[in-house]
């Protein structure tokens, strides 16, 4: 078996039976296991031995075990960083007592435990059983079905949020995202774009909720063969008081990009040039009436996602390509400038 994750470096050592690894050299490398056993490391995490617990990076600071205890399906992650895990924790919590609200908290993965063991810490939530699905592989009416499936959680936790006096999403706006107005090659797309959201109305008119801000397929799992929703998994980008439709634009731009075969911020463009094709018109509709958002709404709610990924991606703009700057800043900038332009 090959560890594998998002941003692995490449292999440093290789692994027998005898060998003794902290939980921390786990972290350091991709290391190959030859013929080796998980049962010390089984132990360590309180798992059973059988079946032999699965093992991934979730990126370069997360190791996350599959197993089981006591014979109920459990998930791992262990980590250096105990704020982190804390954060895991926290924001997993939240979700699960919001949507309890509505009857739906069995589909947050429930804590168990947070403590530290050996040389890190571990957080250890049930494990939620369902399976992802792929955009690309569905017709146009089996995405409809998931979208529309996927969306009753977003419309459970708007009906049972409220409006802020301040503005949904008012710190973020007014505050962790004010160093994109001031980058020298991010500042001059971003300032229109960013005082036109702190200036939507539907800030205050609509509910602010709580978000769980990377909502899209691969954090959702369905019934076997089904759109029936069984889980909603990694919640550490979540967010309250947060703008309403923000999860529900997300999954649709996210989902229905997958399906077609284009990037996700082309989608957002579609939406700020009203140059949506009908089944995009359709899962625009199913939002809508999910979260009581009028298109315009939702061009505004467009560029909260585009700001946002930006603020991810832009500190590490030295490593884009030319495509992706046309991607990431270009054609998105020119499109929301257009929209903007034309709406006053």
Same mark, same amino acid.
Request: aromatic share 6%.
């Given at each position: 078996? !090959?560890?594998?994750?998002?941003?692995?470096?490449?292999a440093k050592g290789t692994l027998q039976v005898s060998s003794k690894l902290?939980?921390?050299?786990?972290?350091?490398?991709?290391?190959? #296991?030859?013929?080796?056993? +998980?049962?010390?490391?089984?132990?360590?995490?309180?798992?059973?031995?059988?079946?032999?617990?699965?093992?991934?990076?979730?990126?370069?600071?997360?190791?996350?075990?599959?197993?089981?205890?006591?014979? +109920?399906?459990?998930?791992?992650?262990?980590?250096?960083?105990?704020?982190?895990?804390?954060?895991?924790?926290?924001?997993?919590? /939240? &979700?699960?007592?919001?949507?309890?609200?509505?009857?739906?908290?069995?589909?947050?993965?429930?804590? !168990?435990?947070?403590?530290?063991?050996?040389?890190?810490? #571990?957080?250890?939530?049930?494990? *939620?059983?369902?399976?992802?699905?792929?955009?690309?592989?569905?017709? &146009?009416?089996?995405?409809?079905?998931?979208?529309?499936?996927?969306?009753?959680?977003?419309?459970?936790?708007? $009906?049972?949020?409220?409006?802020?006096?301040?503005?949904?999403?008012?710190?973020?706006?007014?505050?962790?995202?004010?160093?994109? @107005?001031?980058?020298?090659?991010?500042?001059?797309?971003?300032?229109?774009?960013?005082?036109?959201?702190?200036?939507?109305?539907? /800030?205050?008119?609509?509910?602010?909720?709580?978000?769980?801000?990377?909502?899209?397929?691969?954090?959702?799992?369905? @019934?076997?063969?089904?759109?029936?929703?069984?889980? *909603?998994?990694?919640?550490?980008?979540? /967010?309250?008081?947060?703008?309403?439709?923000?999860?529900?634009?997300?999954?649709?731009?996210?989902?229905?990009?997958?399906?077609?075969?284009?990037?996700?911020?082309? #989608?957002?463009?579609? +939406?700020?040039?009203? +140059?949506? @094709?009908? $089944?995009?018109?359709?899962?625009? &509709?199913?939002?809508?009436?999910?979260?009581?958002?009028?298109?315009?709404?939702? /061009?505004?709610?467009?560029?909260? !996602?585009? *700001?946002?990924?930006?603020?991810?991606?832009?500190?590490? #703009?030295?490593?884009?390509?030319?495509?992706?700057?046309?991607?990431?800043?270009?054609?998105?900038?020119?499109?929301? *400038?257009?929209?903007?332009?034309?709406?006053?």
């Amino acid at each position: 078996m !090959i560890l594998m994750g998002k941003g692995l470096p490449a292999a440093k050592g290789t692994l027998q039976v005898s060998s003794k690894l902290r939980l921390r050299d786990w972290l350091s490398g991709a290391y190959v #296991m030859g013929r080796a056993s +998980l049962s010390r490391l089984a132990s360590n995490l309180g798992l059973d031995a059988s079946p032999v617990p699965e093992l991934y990076l979730a990126d370069a600071d997360v190791l996350v075990v599959l197993g089981s205890r006591r014979g +109920l399906p459990v998930v791992v992650h262990a980590a250096e960083d105990a704020q982190r895990l804390d954060r895991y924790r926290q924001c997993a919590e /939240r &979700a699960q007592r919001q949507l309890a609200l509505s009857g739906l908290g069995h589909l947050v993965p429930a804590v !168990i435990e947070q403590r530290a063991v050996l040389d890190l810490t #571990m957080l250890v939530q049930h494990r *939620l059983i369902g399976q992802t699905v792929r955009s690309s592989g569905l017709s &146009a009416d089996e995405l409809e079905r998931y979208v529309t499936a996927a969306l009753q959680p977003v419309r459970a936790i708007a $009906v049972g949020s409220r409006a802020a006096a301040e503005g949904a999403d008012d710190s973020l706006l007014n505050h962790d995202l004010n160093w994109l @107005e001031l980058h020298p090659q991010l500042g001059a797309a971003v300032r229109r774009p960013l005082a036109a959201l702190r200036a939507w109305p539907g /800030r205050r008119q609509h509910p602010a909720v709580l978000a769980h801000g990377d909502y899209c397929f691969a954090n959702l799992l369905f @019934e076997s063969g089904s759109p029936q929703l069984a889980g *909603l998994i990694d919640w550490e980008r979540s /967010r309250p008081r947060a703008c309403a439709g923000f999860d529900a634009l997300y999954l649709v731009a996210f989902s229905f990009s997958a399906w077609r075969g284009c990037a996700p911020m082309q #989608m957002l463009c579609m +939406l700020w040039d009203d +140059l949506c @094709e009908p $089944v995009l018109e359709r899962l625009l &509709a199913h939002v809508g009436r999910a979260t009581g958002l009028s298109i315009e709404d939702l /061009r505004h709610v467009a560029l909260l !996602i585009w *700001l946002l990924h930006l603020s991810r991606h832009g500190p590490h #703009m030295h490593d884009w390509t030319d495509a992706l700057r046309r991607e990431w800043l270009d054609e998105p900038a020119e499109s929301a *400038l257009r929209w903007l332009a034309r709406s006053g």
